[in-house]
């Protein structure tokens, strides 16, 4: 089992900026991929930012250029900056991680932290 400890989330009022902090009970590097999904409320939840294979980083159409993601190895954490917000960005942000690329494997999640962009 891995545990997953989020940070970060809040309150932000448009074109304003967030970071977000997830931090793992594993290296990093013992995953196939990690990143992030968000859900809104009463829909299903998507893809934001992932990281597969260690280098190999896809984002979301949505995100176009806004967020970025880092990572520090050795606190096995990882990290999504979000600029420039806009108000359908509010949702909980989920992070996660999967050992391998099985459809099939339901991965490891942290419990969300909610991001709400409102002036």
């Known amino acids: 089992q891995v545990q997953i400890t989020e940070s970060g989330g809040g309150l932000v009022q448009p074109g304003g900026s967030l970071g977000l902090s997830c931090a793992y009970s594993?290296?990093?590097?013992?995953?196939?991929?990690m990143g992030w999904y968000r859900q809104v409320q009463g829909k299903q939840r998507e893809l934001v930012a992932r990281v597969i294979g260690g280098d190999f980083t896809r984002f979301a159409d949505f995100v176009k250029g806004r967020f970025t993601m880092s990572r520090d190895n050795d606190r096995y954490t990882i990290y999504l900056q979000m600029n420039n917000l806009q108000l359908e960005d509010t949702a909980v942000y989920y992070c996660?991680?999967?050992?391998?690329?099985?459809?099939?494997?339901?991965?490891?999640w942290g419990e969300g932290t909610q991001v709400t962009v409102s002036s």
């Open positions: 594993r290296s990093l590097f013992s995953f196939y991929a």
């Open positions: 996660y991680a999967k050992d391998t690329p099985s459809v099939d494997e339901v991965g490891f």
